[in-house]
């Protein structure tokens, strides 16, 4: 059974960094992308970051410079650094794992930034 599952939000002060993760499971036939998105109460989801199989990334305009996404050691995890972080950023983040069987999205982790 896929299963995606998000970790690493919380609350931080303005400037601060956090690091979220995501792991994918059960997946067979392997994993091209693996995306993170957010949405913000009040506004559509919205495509953060994006990392494929050879490492290529992709980054929202409103976080490139200061968002790093990369893949970890273990196999289908990737990992968002989000360093200076603003009160803008604050939303909830799902990971989003595209495969070629289908799309699978985590239960998303709440990232509060305060001011």
């Known amino acids: 059974q896929a299963q995606v599952v998000e970790s690493g939000g919380g609350l931080v002060q303005a400037g601060g960094s956090l690091r979220l993760s995501c792991a994918a499971s059960g997946i067979i036939f392997g994993i091209p992308t693996m995306d993170w998105y957010r949405q913000a109460p009040g506004k559509q989801r919205e495509l953060v970051a994006s990392?494929?199989?050879?490492?290529?990334?992709e980054y929202a305009t409103s976080v490139k410079g200061r968002f790093t996404l990369s893949r970890g050691g273990a196999k289908d995890t990737v990992y968002l650094q989000m360093n200076s972080l603003k009160p803008e950023d604050t939303a909830v983040y799902y990971c989003l794992a595209g495969t070629y069987t289908g799309n699978y999205w985590g239960q998303g982790t709440q990232v509060t930034v305060s001011s």
């Open positions: 990392i494929n199989r050879n490492g290529d990334t």
